[in-house]
């Protein structure tokens, strides 16, 4: 077996975090290509066609276009392993996907030349920003009328709050797009449209400032060189503990649909993005090369192959190494497991992993043993924080229609609440179930899937409350008091943690005031 730690350092983890249609399942695509993982273009997107076809609940996916399932791709690139965390584009999943970012150590942005930075870009790197997480950024579909570069490098810069350092620059766009000029090597790339190549046989010129490139294509290379020259005096050399920091990010232009602009993409993952590091435990922190495994559980996704109506629990490595068939400890309720169907997600078939190691992701069939925030360790017992649950911004009471199915609407909805689909409450004086939601689409998601997967018939009806804060207190007997004074307004969520729920920001500010030794939270972390 290989050293651990060499192991570790050849990892990359990553996201792509984008506004929907701006390419990003085009460019998973294109990255899985160029390191082999795939052999043909249009296998992703066939893949997302597929899914559709032979997955009973994400019927509602086909209806709406959009893709509601994450999942992990490992390819390997270069000396490099990189795992590709998928995540869902439309905002109404965005809790999904925050959840995803924890798990990652790196994140790539694309970003639609012509749109710029758009509303799920704007909320999605706001997440990563709140966790340090370096960013690299690729702005895509130059071969289009698209804005200006420096304007777009400016908007990014202003809206992102980031310093962007451009590793590449653009010689024109749409019909006249030429190339990307290559800011470090004094060199050109050549822009060929379609999608034959893989890319890195294109034409390279040398040397810049040559007379005979500004003669070939004429206008649009005089104003590339001159817009070069300016970012250069402007821009601030590029720094990698900046980088590493999340406050600078490195800017590449490109068009994913035909190849160009990608490997330099892979390269900087390669380069730039930082191995598997050190994460926090409530214990202490734990170093990625530690002997001893540890993991923890940053999603649940249950029946995502409808012919083994299983579940998964997705579990970063954040140390050690897994082998299969090895002893776990599921800290929260000390029990024991010994996964031996362990899956990885090697170039999009699911595969028997026989080893991972810290930075990897690693699917655990199993049957509601785990949890959403779960740590998994040989025996330790430690505790990983950060795992974000946002207080919803909607919520819908549970009716059933046929009442002999009220055990399997409530096992349905411990489920789905376990996995995160959506939030369920239950009120302290009783009564029936609540549904709390980000986006509205996760009520449509809940209701299709009780019906597909439990044979429960619900409806739900519009509910009083529209705001919850989950409650703590240093003082147990105070929050114990309050609790049991407002058992109309205080629900359990999945795991039992009590919210305080009403109408009004106004009548979260009175009761903020008459219970001083209450803390009220937007957000609860997993520990
Ligand atoms: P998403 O996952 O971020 O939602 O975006 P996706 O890759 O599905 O791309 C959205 C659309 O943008 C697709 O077109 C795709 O072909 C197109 N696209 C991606 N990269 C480029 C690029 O570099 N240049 C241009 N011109 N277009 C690009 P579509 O018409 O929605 O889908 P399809 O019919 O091509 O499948």
């Known amino acids: 077996m290989s050293d651990l730690a060499t192991d570790i350092r050849r990892r990359r983890t990553f996201a792509i975090i984008s506004h ?13 290509l160029f390191s082999g993982a795939i052999q043909i273009a249009g296998s992703v997107k066939a893949r997302k066609a597929s899914r559709h076809a032979t997955s009973d609940w994400m019927e509602i996916e086909k209806q709406r276009g959009i893709s509601v399932a994450s999942s992990v791709m490992q390819m390997e690139y270069g000396d490099c392993v990189i795992n590709l965390l998928d995540t869902p584009g439309h905002q109404d999943f965005s809790e999904d996907t925050y959840r995803v970012l924890t798990a990652v150590d790196a994140a790539l942005m694309v970003i639609d030349a012509a749109n710029g930075v758009e509303p799920q870009t704007r909320r999605l790197l706001q997440v990563c920003r709140a966790r340090n997480t370096p960013i690299i950024t690729f702005v895509n579909k130059m071969d289009r009328e698209v804005k200006e570069p420096l304007a777009l490098m400016d908007e990014i810069e202003q809206e992102l709050g980031m310093t962007v350092v451009p590793f590449t620059w653009p010689v024109g766009m749409a019909k006249f797009f030429h ?14 449209p379609g999608e034959d190549r893989a890319g890195g046989d294109e034409e390279t010129l040398h040397g810049l400032q040559d007379a005979a490139h500004a003669e070939r294509f004429g206008g649009p290379y005089e104003q590339a060189l001159g817009e070069m020259e300016l970012v250069r005096d402007a821009a601030p050399a590029f720094d990698h503990a ?6 600078q990010t490195p800017m590449f232009f490109g068009s994913a649909i035909n190849n160009f602009g990608v490997r330099e993409v892979l390269d900087a993952l390669c380069e730039l993005a930082p191995p598997p590091g050190a994460r926090a435990a409530l214990e202490r922190t734990v170093e990625p090369a530690e002997p001893k495994f540890s993991g923890v559980v940053f999603k649940v996704q249950a029946n995502m192959d409808p012919a083994h109506r299983d579940r998964i629990a997705f579990v970063r490595v954040s140390s050690g190494r897994f082998t299969r068939g090895m002893r776990l400890k599921v800290v929260r309720n000390g029990k024991e497991m010994r996964p031996q169907t362990v899956v990885s997600f090697l170039s999009q078939r699911r595969e028997l992993v026989d080893d991972a190691v810290a930075g990897d992701i690693i699917g655990i069939p199993n049957h509601g043993v785990l949890q959403l925030g779960d740590t998994l360790t040989e025996g330790e017992g430690l505790h990983f924080t950060g795992l974000p649950f946002f207080a919803p911004e909607s919520f819908r009471t549970v009716e059933i229609k046929d009442p002999l199915r009220s055990k399997q609407l409530r096992q349905g909805l411990q489920q789905l609440g376990e996995e995160g689909a959506i939030q369920v409450f239950t009120p302290v004086a009783g009564g029936s179930m609540m549904l709390g939601a980000i986006g509205q689409l996760q009520f449509e998601v809940v209701l299709h899937r009780l019906k597909g997967e439990y044979g429960v018939e619900a409806r739900l009806d519009p509910c009083r409350f529209s705001l919850a804060r989950w409650i703590t207190s240093a003082d147990e007997a105070k929050l114990k008091k309050f609790i049991d004074s407002e058992p109309l307004r205080i629900a359990y969520d999945v795991v039992g943690a009590p919210a305080f729920l009403c109408q009004y920001s106004s009548d979260l500010r009175v009761t903020q005031e008459r219970v001083p030794d209450i803390q009220f939270h937007a957000m609860r972390e997993h520990s």
């Open 242 to 247: 900046e980088f590493l920091a999340g406050r």
């Open 179 to 192: 190339g990307v000029m290559d800011l470090r090597r004094d060199q050109m790339r050549l822009f060929e």
């Open 20 to 32: 929907p249609d701006a390419g990003k399942t085009t460019l998973t695509e294109k990255l899985l």
